[in-house]
């Protein structure tokens, strides 16, 4: 539901931001500018070492959470005449002011490609279907696991998970299959 209601405010000018002595500003500038701020005040996580997958380090949320667990931005906006604060989620506003409006016809799932709940960089969500979504389960712990000289894809989604597990060789993990001393 608040997805739509997301969606409503790209276009609409203006007064979304019409609090007295504030200038009024676009509903997709209202967007880039709550994006801005929730960049700003999230924390880059590079755990996962994803430039190994040439992607963008997770940024996480430092926004309150919603009863599930969500990262949300509560913003001004004008529904049926009436201004409402409305909470949406961090990044749904992030991916807009990256790609612009979700459409009515975007899957109706945000997967986090990352399965980083607080992660707001856009480039690690996808929208999909629920099915698809929940399909990404399997890939929570490992999508790719990298060794010293190969990689080998274990996750089989578009675009791909990124949850690589990178694995060297004093990483107890990896066991050598014979022993020359023997
Ligand atoms: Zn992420
Ligand atoms: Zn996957």
């Keep these: 539901m608040n997805r739509v209601i997301l ?22 500038q209202q967007i880039i500018n709550n994006s801005i701020s929730i960049v700003n005040n999230s924390t880059p996580f590079n755990a996962l070492r994803l430039e190994q997958l040439n992607e963008l380090p997770c940024l996480l949320s ?12 509560s913003m001004r906006v004008i ?30 799932q945000y997967s986090h490609r990352c399965h980083q709940p607080l992660c707001v960089e856009p480039t690690h969500g996808v929208w999909e279907s629920d099915v698809d979504n929940k399909d990404r389960n399997r890939c929570s712990a ?17 675009p791909c998970c ?5 694995l060297t060789t004093s990483d107890s993990r990896v066991v050598p299959l014979h022993n020359p001393q023997q």
Excluded: E
Excluded at 62 to 69: E, I, K, N, T
Excluded at 99 to 104: A, F
Excluded at 142 to 158: A, E, G, K, N, R
Excluded at 162 to 166: E, S
């Design 7 to 28: 969606s409503t405010l790209w276009d609409k000018t203006p007064g979304r931001n019409n609090r007295v002595g504030r200038p009024q500003i676009n509903g997709n």
């Design 62 to 73: 430092s926004q309150s959470l919603d009863s599930r667990g969500r990262p949300q931005r």
């Design 79 to 108: 529904i049926d005449g009436t201004p409402r604060k409305i909470n949406f989620r961090a990044y749904h506003i992030t991916w807009m002011a990256a790609n612009g409006p979700i459409l009515p016809d975007h899957p109706p």
């Design 142 to 158: 490992q999508s790719h696991i990298f060794f010293q000289d190969y990689m080998i894809v274990l996750c089989p989604h578009t």
């Design 162 to 166: 990124l949850t690589p597990l990178i």
